[in-house]
């Protein structure tokens, strides 16, 4: 059976690469790391597969919106989990990979009538599904990239504060410019990509991103300074500019989340991507761990597999030919219940901070 081993760096500097050579220990960390995004492709493989093979049409659709939460968890992991800063702003960046994707995929014909406000160049494009997701992904980045110079200059509450200012921001502009974005109404047809596995791809690549970005250089440096931020300012780590670093990766990984959303259901509307979405990732987030990247990815996996038992109960069991059905409502009961229970006992986590591992060496 896996064994887990820490996430967290232990000692003031643990984790952090020697300033004093050429290069960072990153082969030696990646060599020692690897097997945790393995592990946690080949459960997500396991998992497709097994709903490939037994699942019926609409388990398919639950098993896609798993993989696309899977793809935020870790963007938002990626980010909080090695900066130590709580955002509550990601999902902006999801609001505009989504509506890029929708700009690059929907037949131009149909974009003339619900937007006609695109720049020509814009309202011309008809990508495929996985270029738009791509050019989704770069699109949040740069929009991070830009907001973040100043942002990551904040640090705690106060940097929190600002990120959720962002989602209102992007919320109020995306519900407002009723020409480019259709405002308020749904923007309809994306095209919808009924078929798993470029969902199983994209959330093992976004995987593998995160992995790579935390056993480098950057990644290495920012969990230091996070721990200990005195003594990594003392050692000349540039904290805002790393933390803008990992902003930007994950803005890019959220972007992707975004595009591959819009494309599992054809519809995108700015409500969609607001205050509902935000707390459902960060909660999935907290369960599994928020310094963990295999707490990310099994918080998403124990939650959903709860909403689906909890909405499977909803609808109602048969039982002796009488028909017992949960009260609406008790979903979103339930995971608050949960959420407490956690943070009471395990305010780190099911996880407590760990990564999936065959070994039992230390991440860092």
């Known amino acids: ?85 709580l955002s509550f702003g990601h999902i902006g960046f999801t609001c505009l990979g989504a509506y890029a994707a929708a700009w690059l995929t929907i037949n131009p014909i149909m974009k003339s009538t619900l937007l006609p406000g695109l ?59 009723d ?21 199983l791809i994209a959330a093992i690549l976004s995987i593998f991103i995160s992995w790579a970005y935390a056993i480098s250089r950057s990644g290495l440096a920012l969990r230091a300074a996070r721990d200990e931020a005195t003594a990594a300012e003392a050692s000349g780590v540039d904290i805002p500019r790393q933390r803008l670093v990992a902003f930007t990766v994950s803005a ?23 205050l509902g979405l935000t707390f459902t990732s960060l909660s999935m987030l907290v369960v599994g761990g928020m310094y963990s990247l295999s707490g990310a990815v099994i918080g998403v996996v124990l939650l959903s597999l709860l909403i689906q038992i909890l909405r499977f109960f909803e609808a ?16 979103e009961i339930a995971l608050g219940v949960i959420m407490i229970a956690i943070l009471a006992f395990r305010p780190s986590g099911l996880l407590r901070n760990r990564e999936l591992s065959v070994t039992r060496n230390r991440v860092d």
Request: charged content about 10%; proline content about 5%.
């Open 1 to 85: 059976m896996a064994d887990m081993t820490d996430v967290k760096p232990t000692g003031s500097l643990a984790g952090m690469p020697d300033q004093t050579t050429d290069k960072p220990p990153v082969f030696f960390v990646a060599r020692r790391t690897i097997e945790t995004p393995i592990l946690l492709a080949l459960i997500l493989i396991a998992i497709s597969v097994l709903t490939f093979m037994f699942g019926t049409r609409p388990f398919n659709q639950s098993m896609i919106d798993l993989l696309v939460q899977v793809i935020l968890a870790v963007g938002l992991y990626t980010f909080i989990g090695n900066s130590g800063v």
């Open 119 to 177: 720049p020509t160049w814009l309202a011309d494009a008809n990508l495929p599904y996985w270029q738009a997701a791509f050019v989704a992904a770069l699109f949040a980045a740069a929009v991070a990239l830009v907001f973040g110079k100043i942002l990551m200059r904040l640090s705690g509450i106060a940097a929190s504060i600002a990120t959720f200012a962002i989602l209102a921001m992007v919320h109020t502009i995306y519900s407002n410019w």
């Open 179 to 199: 020409s480019v974005t259709g405002g308020t109404s749904s923007v309809v047809g994306i095209p919808i990509v009924r078929t798993l596995w470029p969902y």
């Open 252 to 274: 890019a990984i959220m972007g992707l989340g975004g595009a591959m959303m819009a494309h599992s259901v054809g519809v995108v509307t700015p409500d969609t991507f607001y």
């Open 316 to 331: 109602g069991v048969m039982i002796g030919g009488t028909k017992f059905a949960l009260y609406n409502g008790l979903q």
